[in-house]
C-alpha cells in the first residue's frame, strides 16, 4: 500500500475516532505529498521522495520544538511533539548509533579518511547510503566522532 493510500485510511480512521492529534499530523503529511505531486516537475513520486518528505517534515517540527523549548512555550512545544510522533509512524525505523558507527567505518576504510578534512567525502557516501535509515545530525556527529 502506497503511503497516500495509507494516509487517506489513517485520517477517515482519525476523523472517526475524533483523534485531534493524529489529524493534525496526518493532515500536515497529506498536505506535503499533495504538494511535492503538484510542483510541477513531472516527476513520479517515489518511496525514496516520500521518505525525504516526511523527514523534512519532523526535521522542521524538531527545530520549531527546540526553539519553543528555549522560549519556555510548553503549550506549543506538546504540539511539536505530538506532530513529531505522528510522522514518525510513517518513517521506516531508525538505525541505532551502534549499527551506524559499524557502517560508517567500513565508509571510512573505503574512502581511506583519516582526519576531518576527509569529512566531506565521508559524509557524501554515508548520506546516500543511509536516506532514509537515519537522519543527517546522527550521521554527522557519528562521523565527527571516529574521525577525530
Known sequence: MSLEAKITNDLKTAMKAKDQVSL???RAIKSALLLLKTDGSGDEVTEDKEIKLLQKLVKQRKDSLEIYEKQD???LAKTEREEIAVIEKY???QMGVEELEGIIK???EQTGAESMKDMGKVMGMASKQ???KADGKTISSVVKSLLS
Do not use: T, Y
Open 24 to 26: 493534525r499530523g496526518i
Open 73 to 75: 512555550r510548553e503549550d
Open 91 to 93: 518513517l521506516p525505523a
Open 130 to 132: 543511509l536516506a532514509g
Open 106 to 108: 567500513g565508509i571510512i
